[in-house]
């Protein structure tokens, strides 16, 4: 993401979307409410007879829009934003409008800034903390390949050797299947990482790099499904590689509450959370990015900002996030036992 402009005497940011990870961010920044400008769509309206003969023209309008629901998939190529005009040509002011944001769109945010809002666009907008990696989970007989977001993990598919098994092929070939494994990754220019148990690894990013292909490294691991990447990320080079990634952020932060949830010092739940954090027992407050985007999740963080309480907000994209979920969503890491 990239900040054009800023005018903070109005509260007004304008940034072009360079990422589909952006859309991630811009998700977590925008809440109910706020001002959004950009480019739209619409179609002219003509006469029944042209209807029939040809499809309406669209032609591009710039609008405000007062937001009112955002609409989002995790790892999806669009973000769609729904609201009232409150600034655009006459006859589309007061109704009911969207407004759809990909990669290259350009946006305008005029919002109430407060530092957690700060925080993801500073973020958003420094590379050092939005690397995109990819993942190779393999074996001998099957690799399965991932992009590591900043957010989360998505698979983007299973490549089988066909050495043995029910796609085993009486021509194999480790060629053929390296060329595979390359092949469902050329789509995505990233740093590749490889993991998994044996040596088809180290075979594999040879070959690689034979090819000048980029491989950031080769690195155990005991199994070739996603839980691998996450084993990765705990381990001393996932930690060294993705220092400033937000999902080994959230990992280590998560991790360090359920230690602390098998010491009695940490509590977990909206109310036992809240009642910590209000007597200043709270060291660190974490939070899940559903609960972040919510009026009762503003007024939590801003209690913990005047206490100068740590904040996490980790994505329910990823497993760290999912498990703090299953806790209720707010949870904390305890300075003393409250009484």
């Known amino acids: 993401m990239r900040i054009l402009e800023e005018d903070l005497k ?13 859309l991630w961010y811009i998700r977590n920044i925008l809440s109910e409410g706020d001002i959004v400008s950009a480019i739209t769509f619409r179609r002219v309206e003509e006469s029944a007879d042209v209807q029939r003969s040809r499809e309406r023209e669209r032609i591009p309008i710039t609008i405000k829009l007062k937001v009112e629901k955002i609409e989002f998939q995790d790892f999806d190529n669009r973000l769609r934003i729904l609201g009232t005009v409150v600034e655009g040509p006459e006859d589309t ?28 666009l500073k973020e958003a907008t420094d590379e050092k903390y939005v690397t995109v990696y990819s993942a190779v989970a393999m074996d001998e007989d099957e690799a399965q ?10 698979q983007i598919g299973t490549v089988y050797s066909g050495r043995s098994g029910k796609y085993a092929e009486s021509a194999y070939s480790e060629t053929a299947y390296f060329d595979e494994i390359i092949n469902a990754l050329k789509n995505y220019g990233n740093k ?6 044996g040596f088809a690894r180290d075979r594999f990013a040879r070959y690689c790099n ?29 930690k060294r590689i993705l220092s400033e990634e937000r999902i080994s952020k959230d990992k280590e932060i998560v991790d360090e509450f359920l230690r602390e949830v098998k010491k009695d010092m940490a509590v977990y739940g909206r109310e036992l959370t809240k009642n910590a954090l209000e007597v200043g027992a709270l060291s660190d407050i974490i939070m899940t990015d559903e609960i972040f985007r919510t009026e009762e999740g503003r007024a939590i963080l801003s209690t913990a900002e005047s206490l100068g309480t740590k904040i996490h907000i980790v994505s329910v994209s990823n497993d760290p996030g999912q498990m703090i979920k299953k806790f209720g969503g ?3 890491l305890l300075r003393f036992k409250p009484q």
């Open 330 to 332: 707010v949870a904390g």
């Open 10 to 22: 109005n509260s007004t940011i304008r940034v072009r979307i360079e990422s589909l990870d952006d």
């Open 145 to 154: 390949v991932f992009i590591i977001h900043p957010y989360g993990i998505q």
């Open 192 to 197: 590749i990482i490889v993991l998994g148990p």
């Open 210 to 238: 034979e090819k000048g292909i980029r491989v950031i490294g080769s690195f155990p691991a005991n199994r070739t499904d996603s839980g691998s990447v996450y084993e990765f990320i705990t381990s001393s080079d996932g």
């Open 93 to 120: 002011k007061g109704k009911h409008q969207s407004i759809t944001i990909t990669t290259d769109s350009e946006i305008a945010i005029t919002k109430e800034w407060d530092q957690q809002h700060m925080d993801l």
